[in-house]
């Protein structure tokens, strides 16, 4: 411990009093008052049942100043050195621009923003991410590409299987996976692991020398290949096709500035990560991966896309197409298990597009292509061999004994080379490398520089065959944004049409939109955490292991488990990594049988997903009145499958907002049934400090640090899904992929520490509250959902409530009644809660017709009362349309959200005044925002899928 002494530290508020919003005495008795409660603890000793509280306090130190912590963080951040990081292998140094990288990443307009499921208050960063669309679109050659997908690894495995679900051609469909040999090495762990779970064959093979015999399903290239060596795939593409697999490129986006794109050489499907377009290497993650697939495939496709639809003026709109929650309307049928994305990235990816257009990006290829031009000439110069003549960045070679003698000299000098095995060294340059950079590598090879042009022999120029002919980037947004006043402008032109948390509160049950501290963010974009690699040596690595073990730590003592990884890099994928676990679990003791996972109806759609890809057979268990699971059908569907019962998923506090007396019957109940329990910890935020699940009945979980833990929501991801289980899961946790070998633990995610970059937020928040500080922020959350829910029940009824008719941290509220009634609909009232400068609750989940509000305890009383005054204003708008003052077509509800143009508009003829369309309470007059568009239409939007940026004409009207 590096503390200052007491003396150096200046007096200053304890923090845990600006994280808690509703802080001041006056202001918590008033809110008790409102729910009637002489005493917070006498709430909260009513809503948590009694046999799951914990005994004690948590045991996480005091609670640590600002100074304090960003001192500790320092100390960490020192422990790391940083080198020239040119080990490659699927991470690649870039330059983030200062203007994205303080506007963007450090930018709470954008970092604090949610999913934009909610199109009209999110133009900004839709086009952002449609931007990233085209961008990928154009480079890979193919026509729909998404929002961005987790990491390369495991978008490969997304890619592998969409290709099992869409190959239509009979004699290919069961065939094999075939990857080739020069794939990254995490991308054929992910691959195979998954694989296992599902019970499919796996072939690696050197495709270079053409395909293997057998059934193939689909085929996953690589371009360049981990090796450096770029290769013409026509003809390896077309013979796949001629035996009816379905192909899969992963390429280099920047590589592809130079080399043919996959979607010209014929490929279905490309992937990969636009990580080196500005984002950091931050010791594995968060990067964006994106996907991008041919016609006819887009309703297959993982992840989020972003499609170009109209609002009720006829004014062109972004919104999510398609899938846009589609986990809970498919569930175990669902594409894939992925919710949380990583749109801060692929929007910081599309900016550094944006920023150097089509040209500065190519000058940076060819810069980069040149300096390894240089190394590999004069390393063959020198006598060396190099393994490949036709790459773009990576060059490997053979140095027979000597490997290890080169890397350490390389380092002597601050560079990181890829050891590859004692015979071979590999390196990759980047848009980071200078010539001073080239004379270093070169001198620990023992070699000099020559021309790379001097010779033909040496020239290494790539084939003709992949030389890339075609334009991209042509879009005027890739071309007119370039001084940096233009780009700011741009930057705070999208940033300004949102709502995000810097601007109102997002109540959004099950999300846990809370405060995203400036002092937890700070050291993200520190060169010491944020430009690792994640191979770099454990060396030079002590800082960041150390803060991770630290977090691991805090979370064990937080959850009550024996074990955790911070691997997974959303909660979706915290869930596969436990499911894993308990089907390794099983399978280690021989029970392989067990594979019915039983889920209540009112589960988060991710989880029947996540089921799925675990190789598990979803159960449904239904909902009884009062909002708990239904013990008559759970005790029906253990018996019915009591020998092949692998577990049960619950959520605890419950999707329904309450906590349910009964979770330690049902846990014992499943184990009684030779069951494991596996608790959705998404909700821990009603818990942290009053009950730990691995001790009332969980087997293992996974935790949502962008909830709980005060990452940010970034607008879809980045995420981290901690998985936490009790010991005799312990030997089950994710393996590492990069090192994997066949047999061991499964990873979840490429890199070994996932999304590492963004831990030391949640490391930083646990530092700052204490253990005292994070339990009061868990009753504060108490307080302030019962305090909403007793404001608002008389004018919307609260759906379920537990003990003293208490709900936990959020709380449902059902408009089915008025919907039966007035026409009203829960959207209505969600779009009608813009025109008053608020985010939407959680629409329809996870009942359809309600609104689930959330509103953290980050949330000052003021805020809250504004949100209340804004909900029972709506409900007597209501009220007018149930009264016939106007018509429900006519009623300013149905019309929200009121853009400026519609409310000026000289035609006004609707059955409301102007004044109740856009200042419906007094406040607003002074803090108003108007929303960009209005209600846009969601179907004309799929009906007719535009995914890429539509011609400038089109905005023009
Ligand atoms: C958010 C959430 C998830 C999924 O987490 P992601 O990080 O979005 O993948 C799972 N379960 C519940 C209950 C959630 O609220």
Redesign the pocket.
């Known amino acids: 411990m590096t503390v200052p002494p007491a003396s150096a530290i200046p007096a200053s508020t304890p923090f845990v009093d600006r994280h808690i919003g509703a802080r001041r005495q006056a202001d918590v008795d008033a809110m008790l008052k409102a729910v009637g409660y002489d005493t917070l603890d006498a709430l909260v000793d009513t809503a948590v049942p009694r046999d799951i509280r914990q005994d004690s306090g948590l045991e996480l130190g005091a609670a640590l100043s600002e100074v304090e912590t960003l001192a500790e963080l320092r100390t960490l951040a020192a422990k790391n050195k940083t080198a020239v990081q040119m080990i490659g292998q699927g991470y690649y140094d870039t330059v983030t621009p200062p203007v994205i990288r303080r506007n963007i990443l450090e930018g709470p307009a954008w970092y604090t923003a949610y999913t934009p499921y909610q199109p009209e208050i999110s133009q900004g960063r839709l086009e952002a991410l449609l931007n990233f669309q085209t961008m990928v679109q154009d480079l890979v050659g193919l026509p729909i590409a998404n929002a961005s997908l987790l990491d390369e690894a495991t978008a490969v495995a997304e890619a592998v299987l969409m290709m099992r679900r869409a190959n239509k051609n009979k004699e290919a469909r069961d065939g094999k996976t075939v990857l080739d040999a020069d794939c990254l090495p995490q991308t054929i762990a992910i691959v195979k692991g998954r694989a296992e779970a599902l019970g499919f064959e796996v072939e690696v093979a050197d495709l270079s020398k053409g395909l293997p015999d057998g059934v193939i399903n689909g085929v996953v290239l690589q371009q360049p290949g981990v090796s450096g060596r770029v290769f013409d795939h026509t003809s390896v593409i077309a013979a796949a096709k001629e035996r009816g697999a379905l192909v899969t490129v992963a390429a280099d986006l920047l590589a592809l500035t130079l080399i043919t794109p996959p979607g010209e050489q014929g490929a279905d499907i490309a992937v990969g990560s636009a990580q080196r377009f500005g984002v950091p290497l931050f010791y594995g993650g968060p990067h964006a991966a994106y996907m991008a697939v041919q016609k006819g495939l887009e309703r297959s496709m993982p992840g989020r896309l972003v499609g170009v639809s109209k609002d009720n003026a006829g004014v062109p709109a972004y919104r999510l197409a398609l899938q846009t929650r589609e986990q809970h309307i498919r569930r175990e049928k669902a594409t894939s298990?992925?919710?949380?994305a990583q749109a801060l990235l692929a929007i910081v990816a599309s900016m550094y597009a944006v920023y150097h257009g089509p040209d500065g990006l190519k000058a940076i290829a060819q810069a980069t292509h040149g300096h390894a031009k240089t190394l590999a000439a004069s390393l063959k110069a020198a006598g060396l061999d190099v393994l490949h003549t036709s790459f773009f960045d990576t060059v490997t070679v053979a140095v027979p004994g000597k490997a290890a003698g080169i890397v350490a000299a390389a380092e002597g000098k601050g560079i990181n080379l890829r050891s590859i095995d004692a015979d071979t060294v590999g390196f990759s340059t980047d848009e980071t490398t200078t010539a001073a950079i080239v004379d270093d590598v070169l001198g620990a090879f023992g070699a000099t520089r020559i021309d790379a042009a001097a010779g033909t022999d040496t020239a290494f120029a790539l084939d003709a065959a992949v030389e890339r002919s075609s334009d991209f980037l042509q879009h005027p947004v890739f071309s007119t944004h370039r001084s940096e006043t233009q780009l700011l402008r741009y930057i705070r032109k999208l940033s300004d049409r949102d709502l995000a948390l810097d601007r109102t509160m997002i109540p959004l049950g099950?999300?846990?939109m809370k405060l995203n501290a400036t002092a937890e963010m700070e050291a993200i974009s520190w060169p010491e955490f944020a430009s690792i690699h994640p191979f770099a040596p454990d060396s030079q690595t002590a800082g960041w292991r150390e803060l991770i073990a630290d977090l691991e730590e805090q979370l064990t003592e937080i959850t009550g488990y024996d074990q955790v990884s911070i691997q997974p890099n959303?909660?979706?994928?915290?869930?596969l990594a436990g499911l894993l676990a308990i089907r390794g679990y099983h399978l280690s003791r021989g029970d392989e049988q067990r594979n019915v996972c039983l889920i209540p109806a009112s589960?988060?759609?991710?989880?029947a997903a996540s089921a799925v890809l675990a190789g598990m057979k979803v159960v449904v268990v239904a909902t009884a009145a009062d909002g708990t699971i239904d013990h008559a059908d759970l005790y029906a569907k253990i018996e019915a499958n009591m020998d092949a019962l692998s577990c049960i998923m619950i959520?605890y506090p419950s999707?329904h907002g309450v906590y349910d007396a009964d979770v330690r019957e049902v846990c014992d109940a499943i184990h009684a049934a030779g069951g494991q329990v596996y608790i959705?910890g998404?909700?821990l935020n009603a818990l942290v400090g009053l009950a730990q699940p691995g001790h009332f009945g969980g087997d293992v979980s996974?935790l949502?640090l962008?909830?709980t833990f005060c990452i940010p929501h970034g607008g879809g991801?980045p995420?981290v899904?901690p998985v936490a289980a009790k010991a005799h899961l312990a030997p089950f946790m994710p393996g590492n992929a990069a090192t994997w070998t066949e047999g061991n633990d499964v990873p979840i995610s490429a890199s070994k520490y996932g999304s590492a970059g963004v831990l030391p937020i949640s490391w930083a928040y646990v530092k700052l509250m204490g253990g005292q500080g994070l339990t009061e922020a868990t009753k504060a959350a108490l307080l302030a959902a019962n305090y909403i829910a007793a404001r608002l029940n008389d004018f919307f009824p609260v759906l379920y409530t537990g003990e003293g008719g208490l709900v936990a941290h959020e709380c449902i509220l059902d408009l089915r009644e008025l919907t039966a009634k007035t026409g009203v609909t829960a959207e209505d009232v969600a779009k009608r809660l813009i025109d008053y400068g608020f985010h939407a609750p959680t629409l329809a989940f996870p009942v359809a017709g309600t609104l689930m509000v959330e509103p953290t305890e980050s949330e000052d009383l003021g805020e809250m009362d504004r949100f209340i005054e804004a909900m029972i204003s709506i409900r007597a708008e209501i009220d007018q349309v149930e009264h016939g003052d106007f018509t429900l077509a006519d009623s300013p509800l149905r019309n929200a959200p009121h853009t400026a143009a519609a409310a000026i508009s000289t035609d006004w003829t609707r059955g409301y005044p102007r004044e109740q369309a856009v200042f419906p309470v007094h406040s607003l007059r002074q803090d108003k925002y108007f929303p960009p568009v209005g209600r846009i239409d969601g179907a004309l939007g799929d009906r007719n899928l535009i995914c890429s940026c539509p011609p400038l004409s089109e905005f023009e009207n």
């Open positions: 298990n992925i919710c949380t099950s999300c846990t959303a909660g979706s994928q915290g869930e589960a988060h759609g991710t989880n959520t999707t959705d998404a909700n996974h949502n962008h909830k991801g995420g899904g």
